[in-house]
C-alpha cells in the first residue's frame, strides 16, 4: 500500500516548480531571526543581571540594619525583578535594532 517512488518523485519535482518564491519572503525570515535573536540576548542578558542584582540584595538585606528593617520579601523580589526585566528589553531592543539594520544595510547593497 503506499505510493510508489516514481509517483513521489513527480509529486516532489512538480512541487518545486509549482512553488515561485515571493521576494518578501527573504525579508520575513530575516526579521524572524533577529526577532529570536532578540530574544535569546535578552534573556541572557536578563540571567546575568538576576545573579548580579541579587546576590547585593540579599547580603545587603542581611548586614545594613536600615534594609533589614525596611525591605520585606516582597521589595527584595521587586528589585531583583525590575533589573531583569530592564536589562531584558534593552538587550532584546538593542540587538533587533542592530539586526534590522544589517538586514537593511544589506539589502540596499543587494539593490545597488
Known sequence: MGIPSEMRDIW????KTLLIASPEEDR???SKRCQQEGIRQGLKAASIVRVVTAVPTLVGVRVIPWAKANLNHTAQALIISAASIAAYFIT???TILECARKNSIGTLEKKS
Open 92 to 94: 532584546a531592543d538593542k
Open 28 to 30: 520575513i525570515l530575516a
Open 12 to 15: 516532489i519535482n512538480r512541487r
